[in-house]
């Protein structure tokens, strides 16, 4: 996204993940579990799964993998968890 601010990044990725809540929503899910590879990434998922959970009958939740396997930092590279 070259040349853009960092505010204007973070709310094309908000509503992007809007977007994306309300086509999974479309297909009748009564739930949605957000993952982040990223871990950087994730309060824009808890923010937004909040704000989707509120404005919709949907449950949500959000995490980071890392917060899910043990041992999730230890056996991935380095390079994966910076996003290079």
């Given at each position: 996204m070259g040349g853009e601010t960092v505010a204007s990044q973070a709310f094309?990725?908000?509503q992007l993940l809007f977007h994306i809540y309300h086509e999974i929503k479309s297909y009748g899910f009564e739930a949605i579990f957000v993952?982040?590879?990223y871990g950087p990434l994730k309060p824009y998922a808890v923010l937004t799964c909040?704000?989707?959970?509120?404005q919709t009958s949907v449950k949500m939740e959000a995490a980071w993998a890392a917060e899910l396997v043990e041992?999730?930092?230890e056996i991935t590279p380095a390079v994966s968890r910076q996003g290079s």
């Open positions: 094309f990725y908000q993952l982040s590879e909040q704000l989707f959970e509120r041992g999730y930092r």
